[in-house]
């Protein structure tokens, strides 16, 4: 999610940045699986959703934009103690304390699939994973399967990226790998891993959100109001479409 934005201004770093009038702190994730964010080969962000999206947004709403690339286990904690802006591809179901941040209007909707190999029996429902190891993101939160996770009824097995879980279930190192179908999807259209196929989680589609730093409440305000004026104007949509595959493959 990109826009035309000083480049030069971009901060990449972990320390914490100070707020300051006229600039947005923005949370990009590498743990964010492509499309989301892609990242070059020095580690720097370098495109996908989340940067088209958020340059959109400080460009609209005449902010300098700054990306911080946190682990997304600290994201949380960062809005809250005013250390960051905003983060966007999150869900109130997916955080600690939702309640206690500021949210924009839902985005889109995403739908979380389980990866499997094509020869293995379809997956319906959480009783057919009971036993299995699943591959999952790192600091990911998964409320379908959270309960089942800490009683070890399935076997959570996190890796830092999509890529790593498809090799290691491709060599039956995992009996199924949960992610997104936008990220499955992209994975397919860039690698077409052989041997694959997603079926869809039983629960509805996520709806997607940017949580908003809750100690800026003008700022808050002002991206929010944004955000909606991309929404209905199509803003949003067109980015998610740059990102979409021709062809899905499995």
């Given at each position: ?77 960062w809005l809250l103690r005013d250390e960051a802006d905003i ?69 959570r097995d996190d890796a830092i990226s999509l890529q790593s ?76 479409l740059r990102y979409q595959p021709a062809v899905r493959k499995?």
């Amino acid at each position: 999610m990109r826009g035309l934005l000083l480049i030069s201004s971009l901060i990449l770093t972990s320390a914490p940045v100070v707020a300051d009038t006229g600039s947005l702190r923005a949370i990009v994730s590498s743990s964010n699986a492509p499309p989301y964010a892609l990242f070059d080969e020095s580690g720097d962000l370098a495109g996908g959703i989340s940067k088209d999206i958020l340059e959109a947004l400080a460009s609209r709403s005449t902010l300098t934009l700054n990306f911080l690339p946190l682990p997304r286990g600290r994201v949380e904690q960062w809005l809250l103690r005013d250390e960051a802006d905003i983060a966007c591809f999150l869900s109130p179901a997916w955080v600690e304390q939702p309640e206690l941040l500021a949210w924009s209007p839902s985005l889109f909707t995403t739908r979380q699939v389980i990866v499997r190999r094509s020869h293995s029996p379809s997956i319906t429902q959480l009783t057919d994973l009971l036993g299995k190891r699943v591959g999952t993101d790192r600091g990911f939160s998964y409320p379908e399967f959270d309960a089942v996770f800490s009683q070890r009824l399935i076997i959570r097995d996190d890796a830092i990226s999509l890529q790593s879980n498809l090799m290691r279930l491709q060599k039956q190192r995992l009996d199924a790998v949960l992610t997104v179908d936008r990220a499955y999807e992209y994975h397919q259209q860039q690698f077409n891993s052989e041997g694959l196929h997603a079926d869809p989680l039983w629960a509805a589609p996520d709806n997607v959100y940017c949580a908003i730093n809750p100690n800026q409440p003008e700022l808050a305000s002002r991206v929010q109001q944004t955000l909606q004026l991309m929404i209905d104007d199509g803003t949003i949509q067109r980015i998610l479409l740059r990102y979409q595959p021709a062809v899905r493959k499995e």
